[in-house]
């Protein structure tokens, strides 16, 4: 059979056309560049999905496999009892990027220090920052987890070794983004270009573009919050939530992991706090790689992330595992969470 020759497919079904549209296709699409710092960005992300690849097998394995679950009986540098899962983790994201020669120190929630790449490996200029597991209370029951990550440029030669120039504002991030391990996996991510999220195909083991340029809604009816710190609280954020206790059409949502929480969000709209409290003014969350690259999406959505005073991008922070207030999501909601803290 002779298939006449054109350049016209011949099949109308474009479902192949999104099944290619891989994570380094999309990077490069975005940078509208084959240049080697679009190439060096797309290969970047490109090893952060395996790293989402190789945990979310760990994780869909983790009851049956030994010694994947529970805790190691030690503590990270946030005084947190560690996980297993939170050590493979870390673990997998230095093996992904150790040879990559892409980057030249990685920092995490789980290392006191940035992990800086042995002299015998290929450097790159970029630094990733990121949480390996956020939601780690979720992993014995099952329950919804996360990586969130953010990707820097080294800033001068970092003589001292103590990566001081990672003490910036948000905005000098370059891209950011995370992994949702729930009933699929998700890489959601944004270089600056608008928040696309990509859904992993186990069958093609690929993450494949799922929702382009996604927005989100000016509000929604989602307050996500642990309200088991009321007490705690500032009287300005016991009255936002009183406020909302009186007020019809709220839903609380709240999954003990903020990759979760802020996923359901980026989408529907609506507001995650997670306040200072008396004992902790400065709260939970990290600055670096949890509330800086969520808020990195969030702008980029339209959204908005703030300590309460001031917009989180803003926020300097004064060591590597500094914490902040978070308030994050929908621009409307935001706003009136800060004219409790206003007034
Ligand atoms: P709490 C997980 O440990 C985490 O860092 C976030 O993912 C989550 O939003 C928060 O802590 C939950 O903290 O105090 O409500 O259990």
Same mark, same amino acid.
């Given at each position: 059979?002779?298939?006449?020759?054109?350049?016209?497919?011949?099949?109308?079904?474009?479902?192949?056309?999104?099944?290619?549209?891989?994570?380094?296709?999309?990077?490069?699409?975005?940078?509208?560049?084959?240049?080697?710092?679009?190439?060096?960005?797309?290969?970047?992300?490109?090893?952060?999905?395996?790293?989402?690849?190789?945990?979310?097998?760990?994780?869909?394995?983790?009851?049956?496999?030994?010694?994947?679950?529970?805790?190691?009986?030690?503590?990270?540098?946030?005084?947190?009892?560690?996980?297993?899962?939170?050590?493979?983790?870390?673990?997998? !994201?230095?093996?992904?990027?150790?040879?990559?020669?892409?980057?030249?120190?990685?920092?995490?929630?789980?290392?006191?220090?940035?992990?800086?790449?042995?002299?015998?490996?290929?450097?790159?200029?970029?630094?990733?920052?990121?949480?390996?597991?956020?939601?780690?209370?979720?992993?014995?029951?099952?329950?919804?987890?996360?990586?969130?990550?953010?990707?820097?440029?080294?800033?001068?030669?970092?003589?001292?070794?103590?990566?001081?120039?990672?003490?910036?504002?948000?905005?000098?991030?370059?891209?950011?983004?995370?992994?949702?391990?729930?009933?699929?996996?998700?890489?959601?991510?944004?270089?600056?270009?608008?928040?696309?999220?990509?859904?992993?195909?186990?069958?093609?083991?690929? !993450?494949?573009?799922?929702?382009?340029?996604?927005?989100?809604?000016?509000?929604?009816?989602?307050?996500?919050?642990?309200?088991?710190?009321?007490?705690?609280?500032?009287?300005?954020?016991?009255?936002?939530?009183?406020?909302?206790?009186?007020?019809?059409?709220?839903?609380?949502?709240?999954?003990?992991?903020?990759?979760?929480?802020?996923?359901?969000?980026?989408?529907?709209?609506?507001?995650?706090?997670?306040?200072?409290?008396?004992?902790?003014?400065?709260?939970?969350?990290?600055?670096?790689?949890?509330?800086?690259?969520?808020?990195?999406?969030?702008?980029?959505?339209?959204?908005?992330?703030?300590?309460?005073?001031?917009?989180?991008?803003?926020?300097?922070?004064?060591?590597?595992?500094?914490?902040?207030?978070?308030?994050?999501?929908?621009?409307?909601?935001?706003?009136?969470?800060?004219?409790?803290?206003?007034?």
């Amino acid at each position: 059979m002779v298939i006449a020759q054109s350049n016209t497919r011949l099949s109308s079904d474009r479902s192949l056309d999104r099944d290619c549209t891989t994570l380094s296709r999309h990077v490069l699409g975005q940078l509208k560049s084959f240049g080697p710092n679009a190439q060096d960005l797309s290969a970047l992300m490109n090893r952060i999905a395996l790293a989402g690849k190789l945990i979310a097998r760990r994780l869909s394995q983790s009851g049956l496999v030994d010694n994947a679950l529970g805790f190691t009986g030690e503590t990270n540098v946030q005084g947190e009892a560690v996980k297993k899962m939170d050590i493979y983790a870390n673990d997998v !994201f230095i093996s992904v990027f150790e040879q990559s020669g892409l980057v030249c120190r990685l920092a995490s929630e789980e290392m006191e220090k940035p992990y800086y790449i042995p002299e015998n490996c290929p450097l790159g200029r970029y630094t990733l920052l990121y949480d390996p597991v956020d939601g780690s209370s979720n992993l014995d029951v099952n329950l919804m987890v996360g990586s969130i990550f953010s990707i820097r440029q080294q800033e001068g030669n970092d003589e001292l070794g103590d990566a001081q120039d990672l003490l910036q504002s948000g905005h000098k991030q370059i891209g950011a983004g995370y992994i949702l391990y729930g009933p699929s996996t998700m890489l959601v991510y944004s270089i600056g270009r608008g928040v696309h999220a990509f859904t992993l195909d186990p069958s093609l083991g690929e !993450f494949i573009l799922s929702h382009e340029n996604i927005v989100i809604p000016k509000h929604g009816s989602i307050y996500s919050v642990n309200e088991g710190n009321f007490c705690q609280w500032d009287t300005s954020m016991q009255e936002y939530v009183r406020y909302v206790h009186r007020t019809e059409g709220y839903s609380a949502r709240y999954s003990g992991a903020l990759v979760s929480d802020f996923h359901r969000i980026l989408f529907q709209g609506g507001v995650f706090l997670y306040p200072g409290t008396q004992s902790k003014p400065s709260g939970k969350l990290r600055l670096l790689y949890e509330a800086a690259p969520l808020a990195f999406l969030a702008d980029q959505a339209g959204g908005r992330a703030s300590d309460g005073t001031q917009p989180i991008l803003d926020v300097i922070p004064d060591h590597l595992h500094g914490r902040t207030p978070l308030i994050i999501g929908s621009s409307d909601d935001v706003a009136l969470v800060q004219s409790f803290v206003k007034s």
